[in-house]
């Protein structure tokens, strides 16, 4: 867990390193990738930036930030600079693995004058919050790196920091879908690779302890659910 941890935080710390530079590593791509028969579908997505799925409207209305409302961003990325989160009426706090995310983060925040909570360069499984400290929370294309033993962890952690009924959004890897495989052979390269080893319906029973599935749906690659906390 350990090593897979220090490999995504390397793996993003050096796309922001290269993002500063103007260089996106997802346009110099080996040929055993660009060559697949799935790239083709990837690129056009890209170029549609539809290959996210952390910007979607439907989080959003479903979790339905406001005042007076803390918000959890569970490997926030860049979410608050790329995908509206900075325009919530919630309070925003970020964790991340990747210490020069945070970085890019904070000087985002005090360039824009921004009024957030924390943000916090760490793992998702352990996080320095109160019990029952967020109204709401989201964790979308993170869990995909890792296997069974940790994502419990971070579901337990969730659900420990999320308050009773509090609304949660994250997503697993579609492991049918032509997206999610090229993604996957993307992500390797990039050295981070997918270790995520349940099937969908694994991670339905893992969560019935924890929270309450509202509904799924199937976007970008993957399985995305939106859930209310159980206590």
């Not at 979308?140 to 069974?148: D, M, N, R």
Request: charged letters at 30%; proline letters at 3%; a negative charge.
């Amino acid at each position: 867990m350990d090593n897979q941890l220090e490999l995504v935080s390397k793996s993003y710390d050096k796309a922001i390193d290269f993002g500063r530079k103007g260089i996106d590593l997802y346009e110099d791509l080996p040929e055993h990738i660009t060559n697949h028969p799935d790239y083709p579908l990837f690129q056009r997505l890209k170029i549609e930036g539809e290959l996210s799925d952390s910007g979607r409207k439907e989080i959003k209305d479903y979790l339905s930030p406001d005042t007076n409302m803390n918000f959890i961003d569970l490997g926030c990325c860049l979410n608050l600079m790329f995908n509206g989160y900075d325009k919530w009426l919630s309070t925003y706090h970020g964790v991340d693995i990747s210490s020069k995310t945070i970085q890019l983060l904070n000087e985002f925040v005090n360039k824009k004058k921004l009024s957030v909570g924390l943000l916090i360069c760490g793992s998702i499984h352990e996080t320095p919050f109160e019990d029952n400290y967020f109204d709401i929370g989201a964790c979308v294309g993170i869990l995909e790196y890792f296997e069974k033993d940790f994502v419990e962890k971070a579901i337990v952690e969730a659900h420990r920091i999320i308050k009773a009924y509090g609304k949660f959004v994250l997503d697993i890897p579609n492991f049918d879908s032509p997206l999610f495989r090229i993604t996957m052979l993307i992500e390797e390269h990039l050295g981070r690779p997918d270790k995520f080893n349940m099937s969908s319906q694994e991670f339905d029973v893992m969560l019935q302890d924890y929270f309450e599935i509202e509904k799924k749906e199937n976007v970008a690659g993957m399985i995305q659910y939106f859930l209310s906390c159980k206590k």
